[in-house]
């Protein structure tokens, strides 16, 4: 009987986050810290000419202004790049953006100095002062424009068809084709993102907000030449990043290179403007479907091709057609991603990255499908259910996507939908219900952990994972506490520096199949520990018990076949005079898994009312349905899918980063303009789960289901819209001049 796992418990982190005790990357009180703040360019591309530091250095309080002209060279030298979460991140050389190494300018509001003094006002006010002049050149930011030069990435996999669907697509008795737009979208996390920077002789201590502590020390070590060990990166607490903080930023190794140079700490923090260029961003991405089908609804060929826009300077690609590839049965399929250059800084993962691209122009074809074939949009997802991996032929490790339909369905009550657009009123609002598919990967990844248990019965847990906010202390804490059969007061989680085993980087919703797997095998080999040490007493009531047949709990190590054979924990610990013992574990994805197709699926139902004359869309109502394996804490989980149905609203309705073309700049680059869903947006949300029992993925039966909670509900709110308006809105975000 589980005494934690699957029951909601609050994060143990809580108070501490609402009391200000938790100290994220910039609070930390470091003495005689200098402060810097950023000077941003102003043209897209080009050089700088001249730079005239002399008025911002006479300011009172300035120590330095470093520019290209005084900056030491930072690498880039060969690193690994394991903080991928996504499917197609191979090894790769660490070609990030570094600042203030020579005169190009690459994009808009590129960091061109850094002014550091004895206080941030000083540090800002100078940065005012810093004279630029430039030599431009004709810039590209509209991945319109370039979309024809769009290439094949060298990272991801290659865009094999499968079958022939230009043949089955030329001979489909009925087929829809069409074009969709995503553009520009940034993660803007509460936590603005900052570091603090300190050496001593060669080796650097910094502070940062980060998805990775391991991959930042790479990065770093390779940017200043310093052996990895060198290099202690601290990040205990995460005020959200979303991916924004999974692939180097250029602020850390900036303000290391200003700590080192003035041998003095330094702080630098972005402020929300500097966010918009200094870290990544969803791409803008056009999207071409076409759908081939028999009049049965049967799919015969699909085409699915994506481009989305990069820097001139890295390649980055979110493998935005990656799912379609197994989503439904088709036998003929062709879904590539290319990538093209723009004069822009180099986007990243954002959010279920991919994911909720590819199914916001899948789901919304099939939807057109749906209508083409006069089949309902929810029979024509269970005609095309794929009960095998059609990619690979494997059968699933487990999928109860097909539960998730009915269920969803009739929590909503879908079978009172009326097909026909238009049809459906309440007052004078047009109401629209949808529906759509999510889809994500159930990644693991080798990780580590180590648990102290101690003769008193608590237990510390250590992992260099961090917790960007989905509750990976919690999830550690109740794993120690289920299996070390301690209360969950008794154990203590630390996690966030690389001072403690290696972990991957939190993205990609992996952090528990990964680290949750690390933690649980700690508990077990200390348990087999405890076992063998109570097993050398000639005496022990637990001779001849097998290693898997013994359980902690609330003290004892006992037989679970027979819990009257037990030995006190704290007997064996102290007959062998140990105050405590430590166990570290790697877990690794099991060979196993190579076996069968994972996948995490959700189904979602949407409905919208529209303001007729005025063209708002009000989202009303949401059933999502996800299975996701085994749910370890429901209340941190349900909280992570109703913040994927939000940020789904936010970007079905509101969310764009606007480019003026003629500058290459944004022209939203704050939270009054970049539009995010409010409290008034947000209506009746409600989340489920249908847990699956998968014994193939991993020990703890879990799959990611934080990014999952978006994937979909961008085009079921875009399908409602179609069904409450009539109107197929192919661009998001759908605001209501696209609706007029
Ligand atoms: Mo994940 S892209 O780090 O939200």
């Not at 509209?142 to 043949?167: I, L």
């Not at 822009?344 to 209508?371: H, I, K, N």
């Not at 049809?423 to 759509?436: E, P, Q, Y």
């Not at 050398?536 to 009531?541: E, I, N, V, W």
């Amino acid at each position: 009987m589980a005494r934690y796992i699957g029951k909601e418990m609050s994060r143990v982190d809580g108070v501490a986050k609402v009391t200000g005790k938790a100290k994220y990357a910039a609070e930390f009180a470091v003495p005689n810290v200098a402060y810097g703040f950023i000077v941003n360019g102003s043209i897209a591309k080009g050089a700088i000419t001249a730079i005239d530091t002399q008025e911002a250095e006479r300011v009172a309080g300035v120590i330095r202004v470093f520019t290209h002209l005084n900056t030491p060279k930072l690498g880039p030298k060969p690193a690994s790049n394991e903080q991928a979460p996504p499917r197609g991140a191979q090894e790769e050389e660490d070609k990030s953006f570094r600042a203030l190494q020579s005169e190009r300018i690459f994009f808009n509001a590129q960091p061109i100095a850094l002014v550091i003094a004895e206080t941030y006002e000083a540090a800002r006010f100078a940065a005012r002062l810093v004279k630029v002049t430039y030599s431009p050149e004709p810039h590209v930011t509209d991945t319109e424009t370039v979309r024809e030069g769009a290439r094949q990435p060298k990272q991801g996999p290659p865009p094999k068809p499968r079958g022939n669907p230009e043949e089955a697509m030329r001979n489909a008795p009925v087929k829809i084709e069409a074009e969709y737009r995503i553009p520009i979208e940034h993660h803007n996390p509460m936590e603005p993102h900052g570091a603090i920077a300190l050496w001593q002789d060669e080796k650097l201590t910094i502070f940062d907000k980060t998805q990775g502590v391991y991959s930042l020390r790479e990065h770093l070590a390779s940017t200043f030449g310093v052996p990895p060990e060198n290099v202690s990166v601290v990040s205990p607490f995460v005020g959200g990043a979303f991916g924004s903080s999974l692939r180097p930023n250029y602020y850390p190794a900036l303000t290391a290179m200003a700590a080192r140079e003035l041998k003095r700490p330094v702080k630098v923090v972005y402020t929300r403007t500097q966010m918009y260029t200094g870290h990544g961003y969803r791409p803008y991405t056009i999207q071409k479907i076409a759908l081939g089908a028999e009049q049965s609804g049967k799919l015969s060929a699909m085409i699915h091709e994506a481009v989305h826009n990069t820097s001139a300077t890295e390649e980055f690609n979110d493998n935005t057609t990656n799912f379609t590839r197994q989503v439904y049965a088709c036998p003929n399929l062709f879904a590539p991603t290319r990538i093209t250059n723009t004069d822009l800084s180099t986007p990243v993962w954002m959010r279920a990255p991919g994911a909720v691209s590819g199914m916001f122009a899948l789901e919304c074809a099939m939807d057109e499908l749906a209508y083409e074939l006069n089949i309902d949009p929810l029979e024509l997802r269970l005609i095309n259910y794929a009960d095998v991996d059609p990619e690979s032929g494997k059968p699933w490790s487990s999928k109860a996507l097909r539960e998730c339909y009915r269920l969803g369905a009739e929590k909503f009550g879908w079978k009172d939908r009326k097909m026909e657009p238009r049809s459906m009123r309440d007052g004078r609002f047009l109401v629209g219900w949808g529906t759509a598919t999510g889809v994500w990967g159930a990644f693991q990844r080798p990780a580590s952990a180590t648990i102290t248990l101690r003769a008193n019965g608590t237990a510390n847990v250590a992992s260099a994972t961090s917790d960007i906010g989905p509750g990976t202390y919690t999830m550690m804490a109740m794993i120690a506490a289920e299996y070390l059969g301690v209360k969950l007061e008794q154990v203590n989680c630390e996690l966030g520096d690389t001072k403690f085993p290696r972990a991957p980087s939190q993205g990609g919703s992996q952090t528990t199949s990964s680290v949750g797997s690390a933690v649980y095998g700690c508990a077990l080999a200390i348990g087999a520990k405890l076992l063998e040490l109570a097993n050398q007493d000639a005496k022990s009531p637990l001779k001849d018990t097998a290693a898997d047949d013994i359980e902690m709990l609330d003290g004892r190590l006992q037989r679970k076949s027979d819990t009257s054979r037990f030995v006190r924990i704290a007997d064996v610990m102290k007959r062998h005079r140990l105050a405590e013992m430590t166990e570290t574990h790697e877990s690794k994805p099991s060979p196993e898994r190579q076996k069968y197709a994972l996948l995490a699926h959700g189904a979602q139902f949407v409905e919208v009312k529209v303001d007729p004359d005025l063209g708002t869309v009000h989202v009303t109502r949401v059933n999502e349905l996800t299975a996701c394996g085994k749910i370890i804490n429901p209340k941190a989980s349900h909280s992570q899918e109703i913040g994927g149905v939000v940020w789904g609203i936010g970007m079905a309705l509101q969310e764009a980063t606007e480019i003026d073309h003629r500058y290459g700049r944004i022209m939203n680059p704050n939270l009054q303009h970049y539009h995010v869903p409010v409290n008034a947006d947000i209506h009746a949300i409600e989340t489920s789960f249908v847990e699956e029992d998968d014994k193939i993925v991993n020990p703890l039966g879990v799959k990611g289901m934080g990014e999952l909670g978006m994937v979909g509900i961008p085009a079921a709110i875009a399908n409602a819209v179609f069904h409450a308006t009539g109107k197929r809105v192919r661009e998001l975000p759908i605001t209501p001049d696209k609706l007029l």
